[in-house]
């Protein structure tokens, strides 16, 4: 068994009932955080994408105002830009972006991590847009019609959330053009 399952199995395996001190993540017992994380790095870094994404969803559900929750929301949508399909991905995308927006009002986060998250959303929501416009509308359409109103998903998430950044007016472009494409 992995350690970090033995590590949160542990309490529940003794004899007799656990009392409350020995459940992991209280002052009694270790934090189960650390090692979760280093399992999730682990399984990906392994090629368990699903496996580590699930891990990172238990950490995000474990503590759910953690100011990791944005490193791990971006970890899960890189592994599921490895093995899921662009749905999925533009469904991750999207956890990342509401993240994104509670971090930038939330008063306890720091400054860094607030600058981290948005930083870590526009550089995955960029790339996405921008090679699945060349994917999408440079090779054979037909097959990729119903990719398009992700994409056009994803033009409007990256407008909306950085209508200044500097490659926001060709995303505009693409856009139109994507619009013109779909309508010939």
């Given at each position: 068994?992995?350690?970090a399952v033995l590590l949160f199995l542990l309490p529940f395996c003794q004899a007799g009932p656990p009392d409350a001190g020995s459940f992991p993540g209280t002052r009694a017992g270790p934090d189960p955080v650390p090692a979760l994380e280093r399992a999730a790095?682990?399984?990906?870094?392994?090629?368990?994408?699903?496996?580590?994404?699930?891990?990172?969803r238990r950490l995000a559900a474990l503590r759910p105002l953690s100011p990791?929750?944005?490193?791990?929301?971006?970890?899960?949508?890189?592994?599921?830009?490895?093995?899921?399909?662009?749905?999925?991905?533009v469904h991750e995308i999207?956890?990342?972006?509401?993240?994104?927006?509670?971090?930038?009002?939330a008063s306890v986060a720091p400054p860094a991590e607030r600058q981290a998250c948005r930083r870590a959303?526009?550089?995955?929501?960029?790339?996405?847009?921008?090679?699945?416009?060349?994917e999408?509308?440079?090779g054979c359409t037909a097959y990729s019609w119903d990719k398009w109103p992700l994409l056009e998903?994803?033009?409007?998430?990256?407008?909306?959330?950085?209508?200044?950044?500097?490659?926001?007016?060709?995303a505009r472009a693409q856009?139109?053009?994507?619009?013109?494409?779909?309508h010939r």
């Open positions: 068994m992995r350690p790095a682990r399984y990906a870094r392994g090629g368990y994408f699903f496996a580590s994404s699930d891990v990172y990791s929750r944005c490193a791990w929301q971006s970890a899960v949508v890189d592994n599921t830009l490895a093995t899921g399909t662009k749905r999925e991905v999207r956890l990342l972006a509401a993240i994104d927006r509670t971090l930038a009002v959303l526009h550089d995955r929501l960029a790339d996405l847009v921008f090679i699945w416009n060349k999408l509308t440079r998903q994803l033009f409007h998430q990256f407008l909306a959330d950085f209508p200044d950044d500097p490659k926001a007016p060709e856009l139109a053009r994507l619009y013109e494409l779909e």
